[in-house]
C-alpha cells in the first residue's frame, strides 16, 4: 500500500543544539588595601612681593580730574558693563 506523501511529511534527524561554550570564572581575588601614600606636609612658599611702583598704591586709581592740556571737558569713561 502506498503512503500518501502528504500525509506522511518525510521526517528530517532532530539536530541538537550546539552545546554553549561555558565561560571561563575568574576566582575571586582577594581584596588589596590600596596603599596610601606617606603622609606630610606640602611645602609652603610664599607668595612673591607685587612688582609694583612703590608711590602708586595698590587698587583702583581715580583718573586725574581734568587734563591741563586738553581744553573742555573731560571725557566720560563708562565702567564695565553690568
Do not use: F, L, S, Y
Request: net charge negative; hydrophobic share 15%.
Amino acid at each position: 500500500m502506498p503512503t500518501n506523501p502528504q500525509t506522511n511529511p518525510p521526517t528530517k534527524p532532530v539536530k541538537e543544539p550546539d552545546p554553549k561554550p561555558t565561560p571561563e570564572i575568574e576566582p575571586p581575588r582577594p581584596q588589596v588595601p590600596e596603599k596610601d601614600p606617606p603622609q606630610r606636609e606640602p611645602q609652603r612658599r610664599e607668595p612673591p612681593p607685587p612688582q609694583q611702583d612703590p608711590e602708586i598704591q595698590p587698587g583702583i586709581q581715580e583718573p586725574p580730574a581734568h587734563d591741563p592740556n586738553r581744553p573742555g571737558p573731560p571725557d566720560i569713561i563708562a565702567g564695565p558693563a553690568v
